[in-house]
């Protein structure tokens, strides 16, 4: 059977403090934020949206409980922005170190108001309104249904919260209900119509909506191959036992019994500031050539930047780009330091990631500065101490931010021995001591030769130049 699920995005728009109302309250008296029009359109135009110069504002004209006005304000007809796409990659083949990169189609993107928030207490029998977050301003996104699986609607996810962050048009924190997710599942056969859906509402994380989309899939699966039928109804996910349930039947569009909203008037976006109204102060229109001109560095951009600058995998710059913080990190090393890129993608994918994720730090709680990190590699770079001392200093430092990296090696005498005839005279005492391996080695077996080396280090304490023990051996053992 096919899958396929379309995600319906509500966020909450990042605006000025006390300035954060799409329209405010008594009526008649409603006022347009200008803030949160320009983060829609610089929204739609990072998602390569078409940006209608006139939309129209809706009302959903049914009794809104946890809203004062006792009706929603939002774009049904002729939405702000429309036609987008947005491109996000997921890590995937056998070894999930393969970057997959797919797209889907974003429908519309719409300006309408936040309600409250019903909190029921079923022991009571009560239900009570927080009205705080009541008339906020907020942005709708409506997805086509181009996914099939919780993976891609989860990567999709986390691929939006970049965004968002990188425009600064929304936090994109779903613990915080910033950013809510309502997902739609249907299935059906190759080559029949669309399934009958269901909708799983205000899912908060990527890694519920991923097990939300995956269970609802199996569920109706489930249903039609008991020769059952899937119900157009609403459900709600439950983190806890990983499955959906049923809270409403699916409410039709005549429910909301749409209608022109008569107290606001079609909101006008302009291509340049030539092309607006005579008269207008600037400040009470959004010219298109502005905000084109703020759009920042988008994630796809950083990965394909990261990638050509610094000659680094795909999958490395997937991560560093998806990681808070890891990007900026790793080029302020790259910038201190003699060692080149590649290494030191390795030093902050492996020794720094994994003591992050051990001791779930994030990147800007870490004990070790890029500058840190970078005197590290510089040592090592110059001959003063070996590859495995190096990962030595650094679990030092990581123990002892205070100190740094030179002074670690001084106060443990972690140098290298430079005194080539100390060397000479270790490497012929293995030799001597270990002839079974000589004699493997001088018979063709050059494998044993690493461990000859490995109980040179151990004398050295790791302290030994790897190249001129090797080379010594070599020379003993031909």
Known sequence: MYRCCELLWQLVLKASEGDMSLSSFPLPSQVLNRRCVE??????????CTINRKSLFDRKHYFYADLPAGYQITQQRLPIAVDGTLTYSHLGGRKRNEVVTKSVRIKQIQLEQDSGKSLHNDYRNQTLIDLNRAGVGLMELVMEPDMSCGEEAAAAVREMQLI????????????EGQLRVDANVSIHRPGDHWGI???????????????????????????????????????????????????????????????PEPNLPPLMVYEACSTAPPGVAPSQVVVLEEVRERLPELPSVRRQRLVETYGILP????????????????????????????????????????LLHQQNLSVSQSPISPQALAQIL?????????????????????????????????????????????????????????????????SGNKKVLNKLMGLVQKETKGRADPVLVRAILEQKTS
């Open 39 to 48: 983060a829609a359109v610089m929204t739609g135009l990072a998602l390569n």
């Open 164 to 175: 968002l962050q990188a425009l600064g048009t929304c936090q994109g924190n779903m613990a």
């Open 197 to 259: 859906r269901t909708e799983v509402k205000n899912i908060n994380s990527a890694r519920n909506l991923a097990r939300a989309i995956d269970y609802e899939i199996q569920r109706q699966m489930f249903v039609l191959e008991s020769g059952g039928t899937v119900q157009n109804e609403t459900r709600s996910f439950d983190g806890k036992t990983g499955h959906t349930i049923p809270m409403r039947d699916k409410e039709g569009l005549q429910d909301y019994r749409f209608m």
């Open 315 to 354: 999958e490395h710059s997937f991560t560093l780009v998806n990681e808070d913080g890891l990007m900026d990190y790793f080029e302020a090393v790259v910038r201190e330091t003699k060692a080149g890129p590649r290494k030191v993608i390795g030093w902050v994918m492996n020794e720094l990631q994994g």
């Open 378 to 442: 510089n040592l090592q770079e110059n001959g003063q101490i070996s590859s495995s001392i190096a990962k030595q200093v650094f679990q030092e430092l990581w123990k002892t931010p205070g100190k740094t990296a030179q002074q670690i090696v001084k106060e443990q005498d972690l140098g290298m021995v430079n005194d080539s005839t100390e060397i000479y005279r270790i490497c012929q005492k293995v030799v001597d001591s270990h002839p079974d391996q000589v004699q493997a080695i001088r």
